[in-house]
Structures are given as C-alpha cells and as structure tokens.
C-alpha cells in the first residue's frame, strides 16, 4: 500500500534554514509527480510546491519562490523541502502527497511534520 | 490566482440525511485540454486529508458511493447521500488547473 512518512520538522528561528523530507514506498516513487502542501494551526489547506517525477519541471506558490526548494532522490524514494530565510508565517504542518498522474488530484497524503518559527 | 469559496461554512447535519456543498471559482475551472481538475477532500479531526473525488466527479477508490460530485465551469457540488458519522470533519474544494493550485475555505460539517 502507498505510505508516504514525513520527518524533519521541528522548531526553528526566524531566517534560519530546516530541511524536510517524505520517504515514500508502495508506489513506484520515481514514475509519480510529487507536491507539497501545508496547514497553518487551526487553517485551510495551501498548496506549496510541485515537482515532476524527474525534476525537470518545478512549480512553487509565489510566497516561497526563492526561500523554499523542492527535490527529490528517486535513488531513495525520497521527497525534499529545503526550507530557507524561514518566516513566522511558514509555521504550518507539512504535507507530501502524490498526485493522480494525468488526473492532477492529491490521491495519498503522508500524516505530514510541524514546523514552527518562532524566536 | 484563483479563488475558492465554498458554502456553507460550517453544516450541521443530521444521521441518515442528505447534505450538499457548494464551491464556487473566481474563474472556470475548464482547462485548455478540456478536463476541468476540480477535486474534492476531507480531512476528519487529527487526520491528513483523503481524496473523495476527483475531475468534478470521479470517485476515488475506496470511496463510498455516498459521495457524489457534479458541476461545471465555475460551479461545483459535493453531496453526501445520507450522512453517516464518519463523515464528521472539514471538506475542501481544490482546483488544479492553473498553478497554484488553490482550495476553498473549507467546510466544516458535524451531527
């Protein structure tokens, strides 16, 4: 079955750096388009970023261009979120989820990882 | 970018009926390929969100068939059939077919 298991999270001041990561199995990780999304305490859903199965093609939310950074290592089925220049406004628990190839829906979401900036 | 809303904000249903809820766009949905990537989500208390359905209509798998979704252009519906208590928590529109991807506000629907 698809797990998706997100790790890294934690606290971190503002303008520091955090890097997070989803380790993704039961899916041939590397054929998939990745994203992330996130959920501010108590709040809606935000989409952040996309990246093709490849890493040829990355798309990002225009708040976190330039300060967030997706990849991938399909070598380790493993999906990235380098986190830079971190604001408060960037605490939010951090989803991964797989998309629905061709479908362009959210079909399999990891249990996602907090991250809080505060000082 | 385009916005989502979605009404009622919060609905209180009741076990064994019916209950509906709106999304709206601030521009239609329908892409240049013809697919309209309009998708619904729910995400029960302390869980991530799962995938209802997907492409205005389309059922995931594993989906209830209590689920049903319909709509057009820049207004879509989700329909529970008759509620059960499971189906307690927030559900969100989302569209994909312009970046970034964007959802509704969410609603919160409890017995």
């Known amino acids: 079955q698809v797990q998706l298991v997100e790790s890294g999270g934690g606290v971190v001041q503002p303008g520091r750096s955090l890097r997070i990561s989803c380790e993704a199995s039961g899916f041939t990780f590397s054929s998939d388009v990745m994203h992330w999304v996130r959920q501010a305490p108590g709040k809606g859903l935000e989409w952040v970023a996309r990246i093709s199965h490849d890493g040829s093609s990355i798309q990002y939310l225009d708040s976190v261009k330039g300060r967030l950074i997706i990849s991938r290592d399909n070598s380790k089925s493993t999906l990235y979120l380098q986190m830079n220049s971190l604001r408060d406004e960037d605490t939010a628990v951090y989803y991964c989820?797989?998309?629905?190839?061709?479908?362009?829906?959210?079909?399999?979401w990891g249990q996602g990882t907090l991250v809080t900036v505060s000082s | 970018d385009i916005v989502m809303t979605q009404s009622p904000l919060s609905s209180p249903v009741t076990l064994g009926q019916p209950a509906s809820i709106s999304c709206r766009s601030s521009q239609s949905l329908v892409n240049s390929d013809g697919n309209t990537y309009l998708s619904w989500l729910q995400q029960r208390p302390g869980q991530p969100p799962r995938l209802l359905i997907y492409?205005?209509?389309n059922r995931f798998s594993g989906v209830s068939d209590r689920f049903s979704g319909s709509g057009a252009g820049t207004d879509f519906t989700l329909k529970i059939s008759r509620v059960e208590a499971e189906d307690v928590g927030v559900y969100y529109c989302?569209?994909?077919?312009?970046?970034?991807?964007?959802f509704g506000p969410g609603t919160k629907v409890d017995i």
């Open positions: 492409k205005i209509s």
């Open positions: 989820a797989k998309d629905l190839g061709g479908s362009w829906a959210l079909d399999y």
């Open positions: 989302m569209q994909a077919t312009q970046f970034p991807w964007t």
